[in-house]
């Protein structure tokens, strides 16, 4: 059984680097499609980008110009970076497994880390 | 605000059935594209409800169904339960943003 273990640092100041880490364990990352998802406090899911076994990447066009997701396949660990956090992107932040297809779903979500941006 | 709109809250007794709207746009679910459902329970991270408009996963009670009229999708909740209490969202893909997108989510509350 597949399941996704996340870490990361959780209380960022403005202008600083949110940095991310989810760990694949019990399955291989092969076949599927990993991404990251956003949930800002009383408020709706986010997609945040993809990345591919191979390495590809597609970002949210809002986000686009900050994130940089990366895959380890040497030991099954995506990361995800964003730069010059504010304070909207205060958020339950979560990674997940997908498929591969345009119209992807994704069926294993990690437990998310809660990250505030604050002065 | 999110691209495909959903009802803010629904509430049912126990045993009842009740429906989540998801409605979008000829970029997303008007052109063709399905609809997947996800379930939030309180304090907890999303879980695959149903893919692909009405698909349902192993281990997902067979109360919970989808359905997709090209227009808008629905999800059913037929003998409504105290634990189906908590959040519903539905996601699609938009061609034009080129990306997944997901309802704002509804709230559903057992009486």
């Known amino acids: 059984q597949v399941h996704l273990q996340q870490w990361g640092a959780g209380l960022l100041k403005p202008a600083e680097t949110l940095s991310l880490t989810c760990g694949v364990y019990?399955?291989?990352?092969?076949?599927?499609?990993w991404n990251w998802i956003r949930q800002p406090p009383g408020r709706g899911l986010e997609w945040i980008g993809t990345?591919?076994?191979?390495?590809?990447?597609t970002y949210s066009p809002s986000l686009k110009s900050r994130v940089t997701l990366s895959l380890d396949t040497s030991n099954d660990r995506l990361s995800l970076r964003l730069h010059s956090v504010t304070a909207a992107d205060t958020a339950l932040y979560y990674c997940?497994?997908?498929?591969?297809?345009?119209?992807?779903?994704?069926?294993?979500w990690g437990t998310g880390t809660t990250v505030k941006v604050s002065s | 605000q999110s691209v495909l709109t959903q009802p803010p809250s629904v509430s049912g007794a126990p045993g009842q059935k009740v429906t989540i709207s998801c409605t979008g746009t000829i970029s997303n679910i008007e052109s063709g594209n399905d609809v997947h459902w996800y379930q939030q329970l309180p304090g907890a991270a999303p879980r695959l409800l149903i893919s692909h408009n009405d698909n349902r996963p192993s281990g997902v009670p067979e109360r919970f169904s989808g359905s997709n009229s090209g227009t808008s999708a629905s999800l059913a909740i037929s003998g409504l339960q105290a634990e189906d209490e908590a959040e519903y969202f539905c996601?699609?893909?938009?061609?034009?943003?080129?990306?997944?997108?997901f309802g704002g989510g509804t709230q559903l509350t057992v009486l």
């Open positions: 996601q699609s893909f938009d061609t034009g943003l080129s990306a997944p997108i």
């Open positions: 019990g399955g291989s990352p092969r076949f599927y499609s």
């Open positions: 997940a497994r997908g498929t591969v297809n345009l119209n992807f779903y994704m069926d294993v």
């Open positions: 990345i591919s076994y191979s390495g590809s990447t």
